[in-house]
């Protein structure tokens, strides 16, 4: 039994989804497209070196081009100040006194929770925003 170039870059584009829905790499989709394209190419009859050109640039090409997408945006914050993360960043909690060390001690979500000052300046009581969770402990901000 013979199968045809484009029968085999098919079992090829497929194989590569199963690959990339098995380990998540992204990657492997614009491989599998570049694939696709060739299969797509051997249905127009192309020899088999257009074929292989064909994968190449298409998959390659979308590859960097996925690669210079994924560069020329912002970084994510850390996990411990990523809102996406962790749904405290963000709360406003209000803070009674603070201790000379920077600390104190703000009541969130109906708990006592250790807190520390990380704004500019001097900590001064009022009204504050988490911006991260270190462990147990928030980090405030005071409140624009």
């Given amino acids: 039994m013979s199968w045809a170039p484009s029968t085999v870059w098919w079992v090829a584009t497929g194989l590569l989804?199963?690959?990339?829905?098995a380990t998540g790499t992204f990657y492997l989709l614009m491989l599998a497209l570049g694939a696709a394209a060739a299969a797509l190419a051997a249905h127009a009859g192309a020899s088999t070196n257009a074929q292989l050109v064909v994968a190449a640039v298409?998959?390659?090409g979308a590859i960097t081009a996925w690669h210079v997408r994924r560069m020329r945006q912002p970084a994510a914050p850390p996990a411990e100040a990523n809102r996406d993360v962790n749904?405290?960043?963000?709360?406003?909690?209000l803070v009674q006194a603070w201790n000379a060390d920077g600390t104190a001690r703000v009541t969130h979500r109906g708990a006592s929770w250790a807190a520390r000052h990380s704004?500019?300046?001097?900590?001064?009581?009022?009204?504050?925003?988490?911006?991260?969770l270190h462990g147990n402990e928030l980090m405030l901000k005071r409140a624009d």
């Fill in 58 to 60: 298409v998959g390659g």
């Fill in 17 to 21: 989804i199963a690959v990339e829905l």
């Fill in 87 to 93: 749904l405290d960043i963000g709360t406003r909690v």
């Fill in 119 to 132: 704004g500019r300046g001097a900590p001064v009581p009022g009204d504050h925003v988490i911006v991260a």
